[in-house]
């Protein structure tokens, strides 16, 4: 929240460059909250553009965007909450991730119900209007698909489908549908507990339905080609086959041989490989063998030489006290 709480009229108005009175004036209050109308905002743009305010008019867009695209409230309102969002951003740089999260989290919880709309208004059914048309969808006929039980046929009005094709003729019934999303009906735990079963009345409703329509429950037979017989070959063509059959288990032979020579040429290839590597690892030892004994003489040698250099020091010096 902006400071703590929703700003006053006065702040708002000098945050988007706008007289108090005037936007105290545009002030409604729909569904209980506080807030503006679009078309009400949308002209303070347009007279701010003509003025030639950009800064004020950049001001009350965004605020527009912010309430109807962002922050969505009711259908062409910004309501305080949202302005709440856009002045905590304008003012103190706050980020919008976390009012986004929150507002996308709460519309997900509102609306991950457990039950189901099967009816809206005084439709036994539920009408769904779109852009170019409209249709109604029948629960009783896709309840199997939500998981629930058939238990009885449906009431043959419910399943009644009727399409609008034409949305500029018949607005007396697309009204009619329009209010009766007034008055939605749910169900949940009264469709029973989740499973496929269907009722045996169900399914004599369904047989008898799929009679009516012309729409059997088992496909057409499948047609089985018969096999043409095969006249007998000739004994020139018997014996053209044992030849290739001879042919082709020659090649078959040779192919097998030449398979084992390459087998064996390869492990005797490999075997080799074994036998030089060794060879190759029992010279590097040796080579390793004879250099440590060169090391090794040589270091008694060179002990020798500092032994013997100093015994001949030791001679030199009795010689010299001798004397």
Same mark, same amino acid.
């Given at each position: 929240?902006?400071?703590?709480?929703?700003?006053?009229?006065?702040?708002?108005?000098?945050?988007?460059?706008?007289?108090?009175?005037?936007?105290?004036?545009?002030?409604?209050?729909?569904?209980?909250?506080?807030?503006?109308?679009?078309?009400?905002?949308?002209?303070?743009?347009?007279?701010?553009?003509?003025?030639?305010?950009?800064?004020? #008019?950049?001001?009350?867009?965004?605020?527009?965007?912010?309430?109807?695209?962002?922050?969505?409230?009711?259908?062409? #309102?910004?309501? #305080?909450?949202?302005?709440?969002?856009?002045?905590?951003?304008?003012?103190?740089?706050?980020?919008?991730?976390?009012?986004?999260?929150?507002?996308?989290?709460?519309?997900?919880?509102?609306?991950?119900?457990?039950?189901?709309?099967?009816?809206?208004?005084?439709?036994?059914?539920?009408?769904?209007?779109?852009?170019?048309?409209?249709?109604?969808?029948?629960?009783?006929?896709?309840?199997?698909?939500?998981?629930?039980?058939?238990?009885?046929?449906?009431?043959?009005?419910?399943?009644?489908?009727?399409?609008?094709?034409?949305?500029?003729?018949?607005?007396?019934?697309?009204?009619?549908?329009?209010?009766?999303?007034?008055?939605?009906?749910?169900?949940?735990?009264?469709?029973?507990?989740?499973?496929?079963?269907?009722?045996?009345?169900?399914?004599?409703?369904?047989?008898?339905?799929?009679?009516?329509?012309?729409?059997?429950?088992?496909?057409?037979?499948?047609?089985?080609?018969?096999?043409?017989?095969?006249?007998?070959?000739?004994?020139?063509?018997?014996?053209?086959?044992?030849?290739?059959?001879?042919?082709?288990?020659?090649?078959?032979?040779?192919?097998?041989?030449?398979?084992?020579?390459?087998?064996?040429?390869?492990?005797?290839?490999?075997?080799?490989?074994?036998?030089?590597?060794?060879?190759?690892?029992?010279?590097?030892?040796?080579?390793?063998?004879?250099?440590?004994?060169?090391?090794?003489?040589?270091?008694?040698?060179?002990?020798?030489?500092?032994?013997?250099?100093?015994?001949?020091?030791?001679?030199?010096?009795?010689?010299?006290?001798?004397?």
């Amino acid at each position: 929240m902006y400071m703590g709480h929703y700003p006053s009229l006065t702040k708002v108005a000098t945050s988007l460059g706008i007289d108090a009175r005037e936007l105290a004036s545009k002030k409604v209050i729909k569904g209980g909250i506080e807030g503006f109308s679009r078309i009400n905002l949308e002209r303070c743009a347009l007279n701010l553009a003509e003025s030639e305010k950009w800064d004020a #008019f950049m001001d009350v867009l965004s605020l527009i965007i912010y309430g109807i695209v962002l922050f969505p409230n009711f259908e062409n #309102f910004i309501d #305080f909450a949202a302005i709440n969002v856009f002045l905590a951003f304008k003012h103190e740089k706050k980020s919008l991730v976390p009012a986004i999260l929150a507002d996308t989290y709460h519309s997900l919880t509102l609306r991950h119900e457990r039950r189901v709309i099967c009816q809206c208004g005084d439709f036994l059914n539920v009408p769904l209007m779109g852009t170019k048309g409209c249709v109604n969808y029948n629960l009783a006929l896709a309840i199997r698909q939500l998981g629930y039980p058939i238990r009885s046929p449906p009431v043959e009005d419910s399943i009644t489908p009727f399409m609008v094709y034409d949305m500029t003729k018949e607005l007396d019934f697309l009204k009619k549908i329009r209010h009766s999303w007034d008055r939605v009906m749910k169900k949940g735990r009264e469709l029973g507990k989740r499973n496929c079963n269907v009722e045996g009345s169900y399914q004599q409703w369904l047989s008898e339905r799929v009679q009516h329509v012309k729409l059997p429950f088992r496909g057409p037979i499948p047609i089985i080609e018969e096999t043409p017989i095969q006249e007998p070959m000739s004994l020139e063509e018997i014996e053209k086959l044992q030849e290739k059959l001879a042919k082709s288990e020659k090649e078959k032979k040779d192919m097998k041989k030449e398979l084992i020579q390459a087998r064996q040429e390869y492990q005797a290839a490999q075997k080799e490989i074994s036998q030089a590597r060794q060879r190759v690892e029992l010279a590097n030892k040796r080579a390793r063998i004879e250099e440590e004994g060169k090391l090794n003489t040589r270091n008694c040698l060179e002990a020798a030489f500092i032994e013997l250099k100093m015994r001949r020091g030791e001679r030199d010096q009795a010689r010299v006290d001798g004397e």
